[in-house]
């Protein structure tokens, strides 16, 4: 979804959970949980392996 490919790249560019909540106004527990399914949708085994995924697939820009 948009908003997981939203905290994926502010993942990618070094953000913490608590900041990426603060960045997009959500909780810190909704970053977690968009996390988690783009981890889950890529097929991935962490966050770091999906976020390399995501831009290898031109997922993130």
Known sequence: T????????WTAQGKTVADIAVLVQI??????????????KLG???IAQCVAEALRRGLLS
């Open 44 to 46: 991935t085994a962490s």
């Open 27 to 40: 909780a810190p527990r909704t970053v977690l949980f968009h996390l988690e399914n783009a981890r889950r």
């Open 2 to 9: 948009q908003r997981e490919r939203q905290c994926l790249a």
